[in-house]
């Protein structure tokens, strides 16, 4: 019997069929295709479900995304690249000579992730940003992806055990192949640094149909072999690859003026009816194709990033990497490349406390947030004179790019000015000078981005290998992309939901930069001021929101009952003295709440605390504005509250996760004791009986 590991990975039949479920819904019929696999084996599962994509079906709309983010990608090359005669250049999937493009993709991931996986033929991609917060189509993907996986979740009736990858960072691989064109995928694996077989690899399809061969990975002869087996999936199709999949098996995408000589091979007999009808009408098409219109079939493959390369935002922030209460108790099957702690089930996510925060402790990490190129070649700049006299005149070039690099990294680093803007932009309260400062921001990093892509062509045209030409680095860039877009996002979104008459101006989130010192409220002292971690907060308002408690309570209400495992029984609070009115503001230490499972817990405020970057060691508050609850209902209805709340305050805490990227004033000297650099306290009490 294998081992299943859900809620947190995916290694037996049982864990895959969930899977399934998760992505497709409980409606979606499925087949176990071990039969299709080269070679049988107990450890990993191969699952199709027909029609999962097809016509009708929520992810359908992944078929019209690809394009489109194909040409906005397109569009910001032009921007990026100035009058590019390419711009298309970086979607293709090209071979070793740079002439053959074998196919077109597209890689993008969960905002905040910057990780870009590189597998060869797309090296020359890595200045394009994956985030999908930053792109229009990719953003409509996400919320897609949200909304049908919760969907779906919501018929599992297993609220403890959450599924990881409702939180965990995809990555989404768009490919276009023309079947005219003859692309074609050689047989792979989907390795790839950051992948960790616990987390399934879905493959849907879309358009004209493909064939997809499997190559036995376990080498038992020095000859290599080829396919043994082939399988045809239409449009609308998906498979899943599951526990070790990509460690047995090869898989290849055959171009399609190849399918008639596999018609004939043995692995033909091996498929059913309607693969092999489906297989006998695109080798007609193929063998008629007249006309200059594409046979378009496109491919979307999800993936899901388990560590996350230095840079990242997201690098703390995983699932996978922060136990949850009463949730991972075992990291599943033992294998995550970063286990989460064995102490108790909060410390991963133990926030640090920007009120109690002192001086800043020593840098965890170089500052490598806004710096654009990581040369690898640093140590010698300065050759010394006989050295130069030696220099032939290819090594003359190399010193001028040397140094043409380390021009544009000293810009750079300088781009740390930026950071200053982007803190010196209120975060909330939209005003046309905001939006003026972080368009100049964006055009900005553009100009930036520019630079160093015309400095890393030069790299490469001067016969540097390709490890340096790897040097140049565009993740500070992509960080300064990604906190623009989304503080412009968060002033939209706040916008929208603005309260018109609230006192003190609009929206009914603020930012101050009061002492966070205040233990009690004045006029409600039986809330509590706790503190929870990013992820805690992120999951009461993903999963406990309750429109229902919220009309009862009149107040932000979280229903606990069957949403028990997303606050631990007790919580970190501040200390009130026993005569608590006269103590209101002051910092007493920490003490511990009950909050027994299955409680309804009424909010009355939000306030996260963080040290803002470049404002000197000054911590800085957003919090939700006084009265919050009966100013809004003044203008929204209940409904609209619950979504104005959930996203903005999550749209917040995204934010400054992105702009928490290099941690750097958090007070621990490694990354393991706290998540992030801010701090997030929430006015709860628990409801006793609900007014009616
Ligand atoms: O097109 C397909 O069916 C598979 C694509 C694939 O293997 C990949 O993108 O790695
Ligand atoms: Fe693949």
Known sequence: MTKRSWPAGVTSW???????????????????????????????FLLFAKGACAEGRPLRKIQEFIPKQMEEIAEWEQNVRGNSSRPTKSQQMLGRDKSQVYYWSVQLTRASCLCRSVFGADAHQK??????????????????????????????????????????????????????????????????????????????????????????NIKRSKTPVGPTKMLYQSDGDALLMAGQFQSEFLHGVPARRTWSELRSSSMY?????????????????HQGAVTDDPHVRMNCTIRWHSSHFPGCPQAFAD????????????????????????????????????????????????????????????????????????????????????????????????????????????????????????QKIVETVDCLRRQLLIASEAVQRCGFDESKADAVNYKALDVMALAAQQRKNIQRHLGEFLVSDLRG???????????????????????????????????????????????????????????????????????????AKQHLNEDLGLDSYDVPSGSVVLLKAVEIGYVSVGDGNEARRIQTNRNLWSKLTEELTVAEIATSVRSGILAALEHLRTLDVDRKFCDRTTGETASHNYDVWVWLTTATSPKR
């Open 127 to 216: 200045h394009v940003p994956t985030s999908a917060e930053v792109w229009g189509t990719a953003s409509k993907f996400a919320k897609l992806w949200d909304a049908t996986l919760a969907r779906n979740y919501a018929h599992f009736q297993t609220p403890h055990m959450r599924p990881i990858w409702l939180d965990k960072t995809w990555q989404v691989l768009w490919n276009w192949n023309d079947h005219k064109q003859h692309h074609h995928i050689e047989p792979h694996a989907d390795l790839c640094a950051t992948y960790n077989h616990l987390d399934p690899i879905a493959s849907l399809s879309f358009g004209h149909g493909g064939v997809l061969t499997l190559t036995s």
């Open 505 to 579: 101006g609009g929206s009914w989130m603020i930012e101050t930069k009061n002492r966070p010192t205040q233990n009690c409220l004045r006029q409600d002292p039986q809330y509590r001021k706790c503190l929870l971690s990013h992820h805690q907060l992120a999951l009461l308002l993903q999963e406990a929101l309750s429109e229902d408690m919220m009309r009862q309570h009149q107040e932000i209400a979280l229903d606990l009952r069957t949403h028990a495992a997303v606050l631990p029984e007790k919580v970190t609070c501040a200390k009130r003295h026993a005569l």
């Open 319 to 438: 699932p996978s990497v922060l136990a949850r209460p009463g949730e991972l108790s075992t990291p599943a099957a033992g294998s995550r490349q970063r286990t989460p702690p064995k102490e108790s089930s909060t410390q991963a996510t133990q926030p640090l406390l920007t009120g109690a925060a002192q001086a800043p402790a020593a840098r965890v990490q170089e500052p490598p947030v806004f710096s654009g190129i990581r040369r690898q070649d640093s140590v010698d700049e300065q050759p010394s004179s006989s050295k130069t006299q030696r220099l032939s005149s290819l090594e003359e070039s190399h010193e001028t790019i040397r140094h043409l690099l380390a021009c544009i990294d000293a810009c750079v680093r300088h781009s740390e000015l930026f950071a200053l803007a982007i803190n010196g932009t209120p975060l909330v309260g939209a005003t046309s000078v905001h939006e003026k400062t972080l």
């Open 269 to 285: 007999a091996g498929m059913q009816t309607w693969e092999k009808t489906g297989m006998s009408r695109e080798i007609e098409m």
């Open 14 to 44: 049982e864990d895959t069929v969930k899977f399934a479920q998760l992505l497709f819904g409980m409606d979606i019929p499925f087949e176990n295709y071990s039969e299709r696999l080269p070679h049988a084996t107990e450890k990993s």
